[in-house]
């Protein structure tokens, strides 16, 4: 029997995620109750590049990937699939009636639909949010947006009108899960946020992205501190998966920039290199990237995409030539990675993309270089 045929394998993929992490001694994950908890790496360390999702029951880390809980076992434990099972399961080969067998099998399913119910509803519940939010804000222009953009370099000069993706809330509440108290939430920051519409790939507005300003702060951005710890200036709010900022041109061209941030994709357009494509922020590495095959050897860092994640960005129909911006803060072979996979999906998926490349932000190699010169 090869270890995909094991009948243990359904049992052991069900088992919740959060559980497992504590088995194998993953402790401070935040917020403790939530459905998303984050917190660092048991194998590669960080602040909060790892977390786990209770209701897909899956964890991701932005450098080691990301899997079921027999790939969190296979990782932490160093071990292949067949000893994660046997760690997760109990190595006997259990003889089970088959009465007690179609039990557990209805309660797995049972559980599994009430987690799915949950979290659509969770994800609902979060679109009403940012909708109001959204509708709340002012124009971007002439606020402090438009200050904070200038100290990044993007100044009106470069940039005479702000696109209109882009708005402007004068006093957002910064809110995060209460502690110990499934469900509800606490305000331990407002202020001023510079906030971005993200659009569903059919349009629609499904999200937002906020950044929280505070012009006194070096870099623009306010520091927002919580039990001791600096949060993210930087949030989403709800369906983020899939979309994009648009910040310049949304369809029709036949060239398209994306960048992970608004920053660093503004700076890029402002930079002209590619006249007439679109600009497009991707929010997250992980948006850009989708989910990737990384098990196996050497397939960490391949940056092969799985292709039956149907929910991951995909450039719009149209779209000839993709580029990624490369952000230089993070570690460069992971996130080469993760741009390679976002790439290779939209050229095996889009059949106009025929030219994908990576552009190294600010490594003084323009985007008209990259447009003019060499393909990934
Ligand atoms: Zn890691």
């Known amino acids: 029997m090869t270890p995909r045929e094991d009948p243990r394998l359904a049992e052991a993929r069900a088992l919740p995620i959060g559980e497992v992490a504590e088995r ?70 259990v ?31 979060a679109i009403a949010q940012a909708r109001a939010i959204w509708q709340a804000c002012r124009p971007a222009e002439d ?43 606490r305000e331990i920051h407002r202020g001023p946020a510079m906030v971005a519409l993200v659009q ?30 600096t949060l993210a200036a930087k949030k989403t709010l709800g369906s983020v998966k899939g979309g994009a900022i648009r910040l310049a041109r949304s369809q029709g061209t036949r060239a398209m920039v994306v960048g992970e941030g608004i920053e660093t994709t503004l700076t890029a357009l402002v930079a002209g290199g590619l006249p007439g494509a679109a600009y497009w922020a991707g929010i997250s590495l992980g948006n850009m990237a989708g989910r990737r095959i990384t098990r196996g050897k050497g397939m960490r860092y391949a940056g092969m995409p799985d292709l039956d994640d149907l929910q991951a960005w995909l450039p719009p129909a149209g779209v000839e030539h993709l580029v990624f911006i490369q952000d230089g803060d993070s570690d ?23 030219r994908i490349s990576i552009v ?7 985007l008209n270089d990259v447009l003019m010169g060499d393909d990934t």
Not at 108 to 114: N, Q, S
Not at 156 to 176: G, S
Not at 361 to 366: K, L, N, P, V
């Open 200 to 229: 569903a790939p059919g349009g629609r507005g499904s999200g937002i992205h906020r950044t929280w300003l505070d012009l006194g702060q070096p870099k623009g951005k306010a520091v927002i501190t919580h039990d001791g710890e």
């Open 95 to 125: 003889e089970i009636d088959p009465a007690e067998l179609a039990r557990r099998k209805a309660a797995r399913e049972k559980d599994a639909r009430e987690r799915s119910k949950q979290a659509e509803a969770a994800r609902r519940n």
């Open 332 to 354: 460069p072979r992971s996130t080469r990675a993760q741009l390679l996979s976002g790439l290779r999906r939209a050229r095996a998926r889009v059949p106009s993309v025929q």
């Open 360 to 366: 190294h932000a600010g490594e003084g190699r323009d």
């Open 24 to 93: 194998l001694g993953i402790a401070g994950l935040k917020p403790p109750q939530a459905i998303e908890r984050v917190g660092p790496c048991p194998v590669c360390g960080g602040r909060d590049r790892f977390g786990i999702n209770t209701a897909r029951n899956v964890y991701n880390c932005r450098h080691c990937g990301g899997g079921d809980a027999i790939a969190l076992v296979e990782l932490v434990k160093g071990c292949d699939f067949r000893a994660a099972l046997d760690w997760l399961m109990g190595a006997r080969e």
């Open 143 to 185: 606020s402090p947006v438009r200050d904070y953009l200038a100290r990044r370099g993007i100044t009106k000069a470069l940039l005479p009108a702000l696109p209109d993706c882009l708005r402007f809330h004068p006093d957002l509440p910064y809110m995060v899960p209460a502690a110990g108290n499934r469900g509800s939430w």
